[in-house]
């Protein structure tokens, strides 16, 4: 499948030619791709922001659609800045993408680096003066994602790098719906939201206020064929009564690990659907799909998985391909390739019986006595208990061992136990743990909950005791 390479997202659209399909997000009419090429908004105003970098920092997605079709291939720079980022890093961003101008709908917005309105002048800037008016911008999109000290990290791409996953459908083909339960300022939700405008394909994206059983119940009224989430968001689906409200032909999962019990969940209860899960991050790009029904990666795949190169260096995945980011845009960062060309993703990898699995992120394992357990493996094991939902692995602090190992849980059923069978069952997911983990990496307590936070990049949101 050979790599796009789109000249700008508004002239790719164009020439797409299917400018009637539109993207909904179920407030107000949805728009048209052609509509939204030819926002008139932005046209009047592209000889001003032409060169400059753009913050685009809006509530909704279709706002967010329209600045990003209309302004690649005029400026510079434009950041994606994702609703459920704090604002109190609007100025850190600001001043390390140095932006000149913020699209918004918060006209109360106040930064000190920039003015804030919907579109306003920079103050006393005028964009590259060494590019001259009309000539070609390749565009630096720059996205945001979680960083080790609490503010986010910049990472720099191009659309090209963005788009070297998507191949163009065969008109003939069996008509696509997209949908996306990712928020398309994140890497995940924005490779689904360029593969339907580079296609000319319906799109149908979550409200700002939506729940996930509005959502569902919207998307299946709206005849989705392909929908995309993480494997927290997925487990969400399947446990909200709205789940056989869709009938996908595809399923794919990505952002963090898909272990078996995800799989054969969402096998059983879309049949019909082929069910995928695929390694992609923001710094990475795309990197594989796998379309087996197994958890896991072949090991053939690391070696000839086209146009992307791979190798597992002191047990972790690394990556080189045109998709991955060019570097960090904050000066204070390392870089984010090594010297001949590899992005390190931190992801554990363990071969077993010509299989990659992947065991967790290296930066997040629980350290009980000198030994490191991965939470994600812990996880898998009690994820596949029939009676549980989804769960999360956390460490508490002891004196004695450093950490331990608990676990927060969430049942399928929609009552919480209590009393005795609460005790029981608590006990019978441990002897669960017991039968497949080493000692060390089993629970020392269970702990029944409601819901798990996730974040809207769709992952779990990890924290320490």
């Known amino acids: 499948m050979p790599p796009t390479n789109p000249t700008s997202l508004c002239a790719s659209i164009l020439a797409a030619g299917n400018l009637s399909a539109s993207i909904d997000v179920g407030v107000g009419a949805p728009r048209s791709w052609g509509e939204l090429a030819g926002a008139a ?3 009047v105003r592209k000889a001003e ?4 970098c753009v913050l685009v920092a809006t509530t909704g997605q279709l706002d967010a659609a329209e600045a990003l079709i209309q302004l690649d291939g005029v400026v510079r720079r434009m950041v994606l800045y994702p609703p459920d980022l704090s604002r109190e890093h609007l100025d850190y961003v600001a001043r390390s993408a140095e932006a000149d101008w913020i699209v918004t709908d918060h006209p109360g917005l106040e930064s000190s680096h920039c003015i804030i309105e919907r579109i306003l002048p920079p103050r006393g800037r005028s ?28 990472v720099r791409h191009t659309l090209s790098s963005l788009t070297g996953a998507i191949s163009l459908r065969d008109p003939s083909s069996e008509p696509i719906v997209w949908s996306t339960l990712y928020d398309i ?8 939201f360029l593969r339907a405008a580079l296609t000319g394909t319906p ?9 996930t059983a509005e959502f569902l119940s919207r998307a299946g009224i709206r005849g989705i064929t392909h929908m995309s989430g993480t ?8 446990m909200s009564p709205s789940a056989n409200k869709i009938a996908p032909a595809y399923v794919r999962l990505s952002g963090e690990i898909a272990d078996q019990s995800i799989l054969n969940q969402l096998h059983s209860q879309y049949p019909e659907a082929r069910i995928a899960h695929a390694f992609a991050s923001t710094e990475a790009g795309v990197v594989l799909e796998v379309n087996d029904g197994a958890m896991g990666i072949p090991a053939d795949a690391i070696e000839h998985t086209p146009y992307v190169e791979m190798n597992v260096k002191d047990g972790t995945l690394r990556v080189r391909s045109s998709r991955t980011a060019s570097a960090y ?3 204070d960062s390392l870089p984010l390739r090594d010297a001949e060309g590899f992005v390190d993703t931190g992801d554990v990898l363990e071969l077993r019986e010509g299989r990659y699995y992947f065991a967790g992120r290296r930066d997040g394992t629980i350290n009980v006595g000198g030994l490191k357990v991965h939470p994600e493996e812990v996880e898998a094991v009690i994820n596949r208990h029939p009676e549980v939902g989804m769960s999360l692995v956390r460490t508490k602090k002891s004196s004695i061992t450093g950490g331990l190992v608990i676990a927060d849980v969430v049942l399928k059923r929609p009552e919480q136990p209590e009393g005795s069978g609460a005790q029981a069952l608590q006990r019978e997911i441990l002897q669960f743990c017991r039968a497949e983990l080493a000692l060390y990496k089993v629970p020392v307590g269970i702990n029944f909950v409601s819901n798990l936070a996730v974040s809207q990049t769709g992952k779990l949101l990890r924290h320490h005791a």
């Not at 494997?231 to 399947?238: A, G, T």
């Open 203 to 211: 799109l149908v994206l979550s409200g700002a206020q939506e729940s």
């Open 231 to 238: 494997p927290s968001q997925w487990r969400r689906v399947l």
């Open 329 to 331: 845009l904050s000066q």
């Open 185 to 192: 300022r994140r890497y995940g939700g924005l490779q689904i």
């Open 49 to 52: 922001l032409y060169g400059n």
């Open 127 to 154: 964009g590259n003066q060494n590019l001259a008016q009309g000539q070609k911008v390749e565009t630096e999109w720059v996205l945001l994602t979680s960083g080790t000290t609490g503010l986010p990290k910049l």
């Open 41 to 43: 908004a932005f046209v």
